[in-house]
């Protein structure tokens, strides 16, 4: 963001990040009322990460437990965003729109082999 941009907001320092914060809490809700996949991965980090802290035998296991469960959060919110810009461009079928989803849904793939092989590693 620029400068420029930055000032005419008005908000800097402490208020900026308590609006910051706010717009994230709305934005994950959203994603929760609107996307299944979001709900059934939020699900999955609900069962799996108490586990994943009682089960790793270490600050860096636990670490990365968890952070393998919630990089698929992350990875799903921004193929999450990829769609709705997606469809804000145009609702007609277009194959770089359909590149683009698709794109997003093996990315959010690879995220869930990821954390699975994580957990793999660590608990086998």
């Keep these: 963001m620029t400068d420029a941009a930055r000032a005419s907001d008005g908000l800097s320092g402490f208020a ?4 910051a914060t706010r717009v994230g809490f709305t934005a994950l809700a ?3 009322r ?3 996949a979001f709900r059934l991965e939020v ?3 609900v ?3 108490p586990l994943g802290l009682w089960l790793g035998h270490s600050g860096p296991e636990r670490a990365l437990l968890a952070g393998a469960l919630l990089q698929v959060l992350i990875v799903e919110l921004l193929n999450t965003g990829i ?8 609702p007609e079928r277009h194959a770089l729109s359909g590149l683009a989803k698709d794109l997003g849904s093996a990315a959010v793939m690879i995220s869930l082999l990821l954390a699975v092989t994580i957990w793999a590693c660590i608990l086998l």
């Design 34 to 36: 609107n996307e299944e």
């Design 16 to 19: 900026r990040l308590m609006r």
């Design 47 to 49: 069962v799996l990460l």
């Design 30 to 32: 959203w994603a929760f």
């Design 83 to 90: 769609e709705v810009v997606v469809d804000r461009i145009s």
């Design 43 to 45: 699900s999955g980090l």
